[in-house]
């Protein structure tokens, strides 16, 4: 250890006497510090703005933009700059025959000179160390542990880049040369995971030996066993090669016994890199304060009760316009996607069935291969994409063994369990398209326990769950693409139709009654009323003025506004209001809490205001009500809100006023607590009110769904994905003190290290 520690102390002494060591220090330092101050001004900022700042700590440090994943962006061209020179000096200068002749083995010549460059990586993550420090006293509840991840990753890199840029230098006598074959090999190991990966077993071997984001999940403050063990590999195979290399040069062996000492060496680690990605294999430790990058605890409560084993198969057809996601190329992306879930079930299994067939998402084949049949379609798409046609099942073929015609042919994943539970993941018309949390888990819930089945009254001409009128609730209860479709966050839905004998199932267990247009008859008011005096849950919408609804809501005690609500506004019909969800509605469901933070609207056009009229034993909770910074009033006169003003008339009954458009009410009964929630404005959840006509920044209709259904079935779905607000929320600087961090950061430290230096080297040179 002696002598490994000498050579590494004469190679710092011999690196930090020439220019390259200095340099690199000086710009790095120079670099790192304009990147920081850049990120403090600019969260600064918008605190002065009065912006809410969530995650202060990740979005300086360790968030995409953060000043750890820029510096793992630009390292790769700094390390061959320090390690060309390593072993290569050595080689040309002739000093190696001197180490060789010494009592010093050619292992410890290797590890001596990577020491210094372990003990250089080191100071240049102490550079780091000092935005460390500026940050924990400048941020409340600072979040050290995920930084420390971070600097865990970037030094691990450090470590990486110097092991090959050992090997390099150890091949040639040329530092110019040491270093571009650096580079050379970098950029090899960074393209490794799109290499052979159509091929099955390979494509797990090379995606693993990919060093191209590898500190992207550390850095995100999740240190994985994979990720660490990846990097020792890959130090320890670097070096051992270029061990070997030296023991080549004193031994003068063979060209077939040193090229099969070296496969050896690559072969054990691709083994054990295999070994070591293998999901069973892996652990985890979160460093954030959230555990943001862990599944939420009612996630992981749904995996705890997944006994037995779990298959998720990937059907792609080569024809659908999703075809990509899925590709032989793509499996290892794709894999990624469930990552989260395979790390609290590893024994899961994942498949890939390819298939073609007609989607219902394509209309570019068409257009191409006009009067081309299917088979004559998916031999021109694959030759298209150099795939071999025999790979595809045909449609009759995959017929046998799944009807994938319901999901349209598309992007599917069928999760199965060893009991014989199947459902469907899948994916969505918007701009993150892949399911989140809250989808895969009600997939996953929906298995282990009852989920909410939700009837939709028909009969009295009320709205249906199918079809594509603008007035209908099709895009919320049921449309498969749709994200936040009820069907997609773990519901089933279903028409319920009352007539004649027909029954109320025993299963529903919430009704939906929508703007009932005619009363019901006697039949089916009879099973109605049995219904709610049985305590089952409803959601009622309306429209003002509708005599029907009024007479059904009057049973609660709770009555209309007279007229509608107005809330006039620049260039927008005068009738189009903007809700907020109120103070008590936060604690009903998390969603309304966000939407409160984030300053979101629900928008409602020809919406009736709620009010109490008599108690009737419920307890009611104000939801959404109209935003008390505008004017509102219930007209009664104005019928033309294009053509006509509309202005308050006290004297016909008419009043300003913050009014409630959706109220929640619950009582006991029984043992259960019976809920209901009545909605001032049918319009606002149907296929076209999901837009509001209101041209102001923050309209969520669709949030009020998954909130009131979260609400009516007493937290079951949607899952609950919510986690901890952050706590680092503010940073303690001035615009003054700013400057000064801004000005000792990049001119007076880089300064002093040149100044020093110069200084250095001069006397040097004299000496």
């Known amino acids: 250890m002696r002598r490994i520690y000498k050579i590494a102390k004469a190679e710092l002494f011999t690196l930090f006497y020439s220019p390259i060591a200095w340099m690199i220090l000086i710009v790095f330092t120079f670099q790192t510090g304009m990147m920081f101050a850049g990120r403090l001004q600019e969260i600064l900022r918008a605190q002065n703005m009065g912006f809410a700042n969530r995650f202060i700590t990740a979005n300086i440090f360790t968030g995409n933009l953060g000043l750890l994943s820029a510096v793992q962006n630009y390292l790769y061209l700094y390390m061959p700059l320090l390690t060309m020179g390593l072993m290569s000096r050595e080689l040309s200068s002739g000093s190696i025959k001197l180490l060789y002749s010494s009592p010093v083995t050619s292992s410890q010549i290797i590890r001596g000179k990577f020491l210094a460059m372990m003990i250089y990586s080191l100071i240049l993550t102490g550079v780091i160390m000092v935005y460390v420090i500026i940050g924990l006293c400048t941020i409340p509840n600072f979040d050290l542990p995920s930084v420390w991840s971070g600097l865990l990753a970037i030094y691990l890199l450090m470590c990486a880049y110097s092991a090959i840029g050992l090997f390099m230098s150890s091949l040639t006598s040329y530092q110019v040369v040491a270093a571009l074959g650096t580079l050379v090999l970098l950029a090899m190991l960074s393209y490794m995971n799109k290499v052979w990966q159509d091929i099955s077993f390979v494509r797990d071997i090379t995606y693993w030996l990919s060093i191209s984001g590898r500190c992207n999940e550390m850095v995100y403050g999740l240190i994985c066993s994979e990720d660490v063990l990846y990097f020792l590999i890959v130090i320890c195979m670097f070096l051992t090669l270029s061990i070997q290399k030296l023991q080549a040069n004193r031994t003068h062996s063979s060209f077939a016994v040193v090229w099969?000492?070296?496969?050896?060496?690559?072969?054990?680690?691709?083994?054990?890199?295999?070994?070591?990605?293998?999901?069973?294999?892996?652990?985890?430790?979160?460093?954030?304060?959230?555990?943001?990058?862990?599944?939420?605890?009612?996630?992981?409560?749904?995996?705890?009760?997944?006994?037995?084993?779990?298959?998720?198969?990937?059907?792609?057809?080569?024809?659908?316009?999703?075809?990509?996601?899925?590709?032989?190329?793509?499996?290892?992306?794709?894999?990624?996607?469930?990552?989260?879930?395979?790390?609290?079930?590893?024994?899961?299994?994942?498949?890939?069935v390819y298939y073609y067939d007609k989607p219902s998402n394509n209309p570019r084949l068409d257009f191409v291969y006009k009067n081309k049949s299917l088979a004559e379609m998916a031999k021109k798409e694959a030759e298209l994409h150099d795939l071999d046609i025999n790979l595809f099942l045909t449609p009759e073929q995959i017929k046998k063994q799944i009807n994938l015609t319901d999901e349209g042919n598309t992007f599917v994943r069928l999760v199965e369990r060893e009991n014989g539970q199947k459902a469907f993941l899948r994916i969505y018309d918007d701009m993150m398209k892949f399911p989140d949390e809250a989808e895969v888990t009600a997939v996953f819930k929906r298995m282990v326990m009852k989920l909410p089945r939700i009837g939709f009254l028909q009969g009295q001409g009320e709205r249906k769950i199918e079809g594509e009128r603008n007035k209908d609730y099709t895009l919320f209860s049921s449309v498969k693409t749709f994200r936040y479709a009820l069907t997609n966050q773990g519901c089933d839905v279903e028409n319920l139709d009352l007539t004649g004998d027909k029954q109320i199932p025993k299963e529903v267990d919430i009704i939906v009654i929508a703007d009932m247009q005619q009363a019901m008859d006697s039949v089916t008011k009879k099973k109605i009323d049995t219904y709610i005096a049985n305590g089952g849950n409803l959601v009622v919408t309306l429209k003002p003025g509708s005599a029907v609804m009024e007479s059904f809501i009057n049973q609660f005690g709770v009555k209309t506004v007279p007229g509608q609500l107005v809330q006039p506004k620049q260039d927008i019909a005068a009738n189009a209001v903007m809700c907020v969800p109120t103070a008590a509605a936060k604690e009903l469901a998390e969603v309304y809490r966000m939407m409160l933070e984030q300053r979101r609207y629900v928008g409602m056009v020809k919406a009736a205001g709620l009010e109490l009229a008599e108690n009737k034993g419920f307890k009611a909770i104000p939801v959404l009500q109209t935003v008390d910074t505008m004017k509102t009033w219930n007209e009664l006169q104005t019928i033309d809100f294009v053509n006509d003003s509309a202005t308050v008339d006290v004297a016909s009954g008419e009043r300003v006023d913050s009014f409630v458009t959706a109220m929640a009410l619950s009582r006991n009964v029984g043992s259960k607590e019976q809920r209901i929630m009545i909605v001032g404005d049918a319009d606002c959840i149907s296929n076209a009110g999901m837009k509001p006509p209101i041209k102001y920044y923050g309209a969520s209709n669709f949030s009020l769904i998954p909130g009131m259904f979260h609400w009516l079935s007493y937290g079951t779905v949607p899952v609950d994905v919510s986690r901890p607000s952050s706590s680092d929320n503010e940073i303690k600087l001035t615009k003054e003190s700013l400057k000064v961090v801004r000005y000792g950061l990049m001119w007076v430290i880089p300064g002093i290290l040149l100044i020093g230096s110069t200084i250095l080297l001069i006397r040097r040179k004299r000496k």
Request: aromatic share 12%.
């Open 260 to 352: 099969g000492k070296y496969l050896v060496v690559v072969l054990a680690a691709m083994m054990l890199g295999y070994v070591t990605s293998r999901p069973i294999f892996m652990a985890y430790y979160d460093t954030t304060e959230t555990k943001r990058n862990t599944l939420t605890p009612k996630s992981q409560q749904v995996m705890a009760k997944l006994d037995g084993g779990l298959t998720i198969t990937t059907y792609v057809n080569l024809l659908d316009r999703e075809y990509y996601n899925g590709a032989p190329t793509q499996v290892n992306e794709d894999k990624q996607r469930l990552k989260q879930y395979i790390r609290f079930k590893p024994e899961t299994k994942l498949k890939y």
